[in-house]
């Protein structure tokens, strides 16, 4: 009968815990709890960008190397940076601590896929489940689904499988994939907040919202605009930071080629 009262006092302490503090602020972070953490600001958040994905390198167009990987380089990167000592983390993750101030893990890494390619999901997406990989993909709403002269296109079906396996975060990447900065202001604006209500109808809602600049095409006006339409993170530029320089409405990208080695993106980091 003690333990019984026990247990309810703990119960009822909870509940009131809850009340007070919110059950919303209470985030559990996407990695391991057995992870080791270290809440330095000095922690380099490097964010890999990938595109297209074939499964030899003999299948890839020479004239876009820049932006097509094989299966086996994919791997090979990902394996090699987890033997490293680094922890796969999400978007969510890198909010919270910036916001919240919950520490990171001490060797983080994000992974992130632009455009949705079929490659992504027939190719990435079972090594992505393999390693319990976190990747956040970012589509583009006319695209999905489709072959044009850009590609080949993964579905609506199969983003939401990736997202309900946990694992994966579907994002904007605008609707039609253009140089926004060349278009009136409110037409960006109007383009980005409609393609996330799609993401979000398809696939339902992400704790956070965060839009990648197709292209890498923005100027300040775009940026300040977004960061008064409920968009938490935004992506465009090349380059690492550290925690404490990080901005979340600048968040910078690696962008990995044809060939490139988990080795040389070690490399790329620890020398940036």
């Avoid at 919950?102 to 079972?126: M, N």
């Avoid at 604006?189 to 965060?210: F, K, L, P, T, Y």
């Amino acid at each position: 009968m003690k333990a019984i009262k026990t247990a309810f006092a703990l119960i009822s302490l909870f509940i009131v815990i809850c009340a007070a503090v919110g059950v919303s602020s209470l985030v559990q972070p996407s990695f391991s709890a057995e992870v080791n953490v270290q809440a330095s600001p000095d922690v380099k958040i490097p964010v890999l960008l990938y595109h297209d994905f074939v499964e030899t390198s003999d299948a890839a167009d020479p004239n876009n190397l820049e932006y097509i990987c094989t299966k086996t380089q994919f791997e090979e990167n990902i394996d090699f940076l987890l033997r490293q000592g680094y922890t796969s983390i999400t978007f969510l993750d890198l909010y919270n601590a910036k916001n919240r101030n919950i520490p990171l893990p001490e060797k983080p890494f994000l992974v992130t896929f632009d455009d949705g390619y079929i490659g992504q999901y027939t190719i990435a997406y079972p090594i992505i489940e393999r390693y319990k990989l976190k990747v956040s993909m970012f589509v583009v709403t006319d695209w999905v689904g489709r072959t044009t002269e850009d590609g080949t296109f993964f579905t609506w079906n199969h983003a939401r499988k990736m997202k309900q396996s946990g694992n994966v975060d579907i994002f904007s990447h605008s609707t039609r994939h253009a140089y926004y900065a060349r278009v009136p202001l409110n037409s960006f604006v109007s383009d980005v907040r409609q393609s996330c209500r799609i993401v979000e109808r398809q696939v339902g809602n992400s704790a956070v919202r965060v839009f990648a600049y197709p292209y890498g095409n923005w100027n300040d006006k775009m940026v300040n605009a977004l960061k008064t339409k409920q968009i938490d993170i935004q992506v465009y530029d090349l380059g690492i930071d550290t925690l404490s320089t990080l901005d979340l409405s600048y968040v910078r990208r690696i962008n990995i080629p044809m060939h490139m080695t988990g080795q040389e993106i070690q490399r790329i980091i620890e020398s940036t």
